[in-house]
């Protein structure tokens, strides 16, 4: 199917493990970026990527890990899951020479840190 | 930091009314965009404004940009139920380069719709 999804789209772990959650895109965006959303803070962004093998920290990077070897996929590790971790983690993505600067947005993953 | 900040944080409408939010900003912008999120799914884009625009309209919404206030408003107007939902501002620097597609969002007004 065409368009941005994540997965998985729940995940319970436990404090100190290693949690990778997965972005995909069928557009060819060159543009990928990590958000989390947490009550009372809005969307902050993570990392973003502007390309296969260029990725650059956003507001809040620290505790996770990105990559991005293809262009459709852009995984997030949390290397060490902490229970300040537990948001919703939202992938977006954008063409890049868009004037219009539109982000199209995955469903999101829950993600639950015991 | 957040660049955007809504107002109110929640409203509670009747179906039919006129709903308004404001955004305000801190730093200079090429653009502002207004975003909607119903409960539990992703972020979906509504509407576009450019620095040097005031006003736009899309269906039943209008915005309005005021960029000496660095403030916006999103009016949908004749409310429906499916109108509720999260609606957030999104804005991005004036500066060129790799980071220039990054979007600062604000918290949100949760938007209530009775019926």
């Known amino acids: 199917d065409a368009g941005i999804t994540q997965s998985p789209r729940y995940k319970i772990t436990e404090t100190g493990r290693q949690v990778t959650l997965m972005c995909h895109q069928t557009w060819s965006h060159s543009y990928m970026f990590w958000y989390r959303q947490d009550l009372g803070h809005g969307l902050r962004l993570i990392y973003y990527?502007?390309?296969?093998?260029?990725?650059d920290k956003g507001e809040v990077p620290d505790g996770y890990v990105v990559s991005r070897s293809k262009t459709e996929n852009f995984p997030l590790t949390l290397e060490s899951a902490t229970r300040s971790q537990t948001s919703v983690y939202f992938c977006?993505?954008?063409?890049?020479?868009?004037?219009?600067?539109?982000?199209?947005f995955g469903p999101g993953t829950r993600l639950t840190v015991l | 930091s957040q660049q955007g900040e809504e107002d109110p944080q929640a409203l509670s409408i009747q179906e039919g009314e006129n709903a308004t939010m404001n955004c305000s900003y801190k730093?200079?912008?090429?653009?502002l965009q207004w975003y909607r999120q119903n409960s539990g799914r992703g972020l979906v884009h509504l509407i576009l404004?450019?620095?040097?625009?005031r006003e736009k309209h899309s269906g039943r919404l209008r915005v309005t940009l005021d960029t000496s206030k660095k403030s916006s408003s999103l009016l949908i107007t004749a409310s429906r139920a499916a109108d509720t939902a999260s609606y957030f501002c999104a804005t991005d620097r004036s500066y060129s380069g790799a980071g220039s597609y990054q979007l600062t969002f604000g918290k949100g007004t949760k938007l209530s719709v009775i019926p």
């Open positions: 977006a993505s954008i063409t890049a020479g868009s004037s219009y600067n539109e982000q199209f």
């Open positions: 404004i450019r620095s040097n625009e």
């Open positions: 730093t200079s912008i090429n653009n």
């Open positions: 990527s502007a390309a296969a093998d260029i990725t």
